[in-house]
Nanobody, 124 residues
Framework: QIQLAESGGGLVQPGESLTLSCAAS????????????MGWYRQGPGTQRELVAV???????TYADSVKGRFTVSRDNAKSTVVLQMSGLKAEDTGVYFC??????????????WGQGTQVTVSS
């Protein structure tokens, strides 16, 4: 199993920056070598959870169109961490941000894991 712990949420004004961090821990140490994509998703008030940014094990990144050019996602495979640097924050970025990670199991099975979420509020 994988446990994900997020940190770094808070209240900021429009245009400001915020960094979210997520650290993975493992029930079995061997699991750290079986982590696939890691990334961030968010859920705004009354909306479904949506992808914000993900980074593959090889460093390839995918971003939601709404955050391209403003957010940067990165990961440290040795430390099993993923970081989301957010700049130029807008009110519509408000929501609960969840860290997600894929656990790649034998047989091609991919099991998703989620953190508990951290609140980001952008308001003047």
């Amino acid at each position: 199993q994988i446990q994900l712990a997020e940190s770094g949420g808070g209240l900021v004004q429009p245009g400001e920056s915020l960094t979210l961090s997520c650290a993975a821990s493992f029930t079995r140490s061997s699991s750290r070598f079986m982590v696939g994509n890691m990334g961030w998703y968010r859920q705004g008030p009354g909306t479904q959870r949506e992808l914000v940014a993900v980074v593959a094990k090889d460093g390839a990144t995918t971003y939601a169109d709404s955050v391209k050019g403003r957010f940067t996602v990165s990961r440290d495979n040795a430390k099993s961490t993923v970081v989301l640097q957010m700049s130029g924050l807008k009110a519509e970025d408000t929501g609960v941000y969840f860290c997600g990670a894929e656990h790649r199991l034998p047989g091609g099975i991919i099991k998703p894991y989620w953190g508990q979420g951290t609140q980001v509020t952008v308001s003047s």
